[in-house]
């Protein structure tokens, strides 16, 4: 018996422990909605792409939690941040690894990924990439990956910079006690978003 199963463990493709982590990682970066993780960890030119970008998209989910904070904090303004749920990208994704297994020259992982209730099955690549592994990007994300040439990544960028400057002037003006009116801080926020554009 001890025999047989030896056998059958030997003749069973061996599924590294790194390739393993590195999806447990890239599972845990989209529960937690991080950017930088998810990015560290997409492989090819969309993760290059997603390094980028994902400093600039980070500090703005930074100063967009600090003006919803203020915001709470001032209720009788009754006005809630219209960025709350738009930076974050990852927000509502699920992500689950159905199975696991050796390619030619990459791994090969089985996955249903997608939005609650509409995840869908798709085949990911884990490749080594420099020191250690990453994982190809799910379909939902290639599309618009793609799109960001060099151009409209760096606007991208300092699109999601000056956001973020103007997020967190709100939230301190806001906590400050500057902006007491609804219409104050609508205002405020449609100018400064006009200016970036």
């Known amino acids: ?13 061996a599924v590294t422990t790194s390739a393993e982590a590195t999806l447990a990682a890239y599972r ?7 950017p930088e993780a998810f990015a560290a960890l997409t492989a090819g030119a969309p993760g290059t792409a997603l390094r980028t970008m994902a400093p600039a ?9 600090a003006f919803t904070k203020a915001l709470g904090e001032k209720p009788n303004l009754n ?31 089985r996955v249903r990924f997608g ?10 690549s884990v490749k080594k990439e420099g020191d ?13 990956i793609k799109e960001l040439t060099p151009e409209r990544l760096k606007k991208q ?30 205002l405020k926020l449609a100018q400064a978003v006009k200016d970036i554009k």
Do not use: C, W
């Open 79 to 109: 006005v809630t941040n219209p960025f709350a749920d738009e930076l974050n990208l990852l927000r509502g994704y699920q992500f689950e690894l159905i199975e696991l297994t050796k390619g030619k020259d990459e791994q090969l992982a």
């Open 1 to 13: 018996m001890i025999h047989l199963l030896l056998f059958v463990l030997l003749q069973t493709p």
């Open 157 to 186: 960028v300092d699109t999601l910079n000056a956001l973020a400057g103007i997020l967190n002037s709100l939230a301190e003006q806001v906590s400050k006690g500057q902006l007491t009116t609804k219409e104050a801080v609508l």
């Open 57 to 65: 998209l980070k500090k703005a989910q930074a100063a967009s939690d």
């Open 132 to 144: 250690g592994y990453r994982v190809s990007a799910p379909s939902v994300y290639l599309k618009s």
């Open 28 to 34: 845990q970066a989209i529960e937690k909605g991080d």
């Open 115 to 124: 939005l609650a209730n509409r995840l869908q099955e798709e085949t990911l």
